[in-house]
């Protein structure tokens, strides 16, 4: 009978620590502010049809979407969104004045994955030489921190070795960064 009782008394500990919920770390580091969506257009390196949509709406850590001050005049904006899958979109780019509407790209990156059945497919493409940027339809409120726009890169120097074609949306509101 005391095993029985010590047995149920085990089980019944087991049942209540293991049915607590547990906290997630990784959750709790993503971030939902703003979003970006866009479409991959163009050629696969086997030469077959490239058509692709993607869309982010999260960030991890707290310092990855800002803008700040530099030299008192040109402002600096960073913006990195994660996806879990493990593919991200990031640019980095600075205006001369609160009103200028033509940002400066300083650094691109963005890298796409998308797994169907055992195949896997990534396509990646960022800010080279032969890869031209182009910004459109850009917003940004000083007092809210809210940026807007379109960031369409076109260029070979991707992951298929092709001419392909990426066009984000971006809205979001950017924390403002003091030193």
């Known amino acids: ?13 087991f049942l209540l620590i293991s049915s607590c919920k547990k906290d997630d770390k990784d959750a709790n ?3 939902e502010n703003g979003s970006v969506t866009g479409t991959i257009g163009g050629q696969k390196s086997d030469g077959s049809v490239l058509n692709e949509t993607f869309a982010f709406n999260k960030y991890m850590g ?3 979407q800002q803008y700040y001050y530099l030299d008192g005049a040109t402002y600096v904006f960073l913006m990195d969104f994660s996806a879990d899958d493990g593919s991200y979109w990031n640019i980095k780019f600075s205006l001369p004045n609160a009103l200028s509407t033509n940002p400066n790209l300083v650094s691109f990156g963005f890298d796409y994955f998308k797994r169907t059945g055992n195949s896997l497919f990534e396509f990646n493409i960022s800010q080279q030489a032969t890869n031209t940027p182009t910004f459109s339809g850009f917003t940004f409120d000083s007092t809210t921190g809210r940026v807007k726009g379109k960031l369409s890169i076109i260029g070979a120097g991707n992951s298929a070795n092709k001419t392909d074609t990426v066009k984000s949306n971006f809205d979001i509101t950017l924390a403002k960064r003091t030193f």
């Open 29 to 31: 580091l993503f971030i």
């Open 62 to 64: 707290y310092t990855e």
């Open 1 to 13: 009978m005391k095993k029985k009782s010590l047995f149920l008394l085990v089980a019944s500990a």
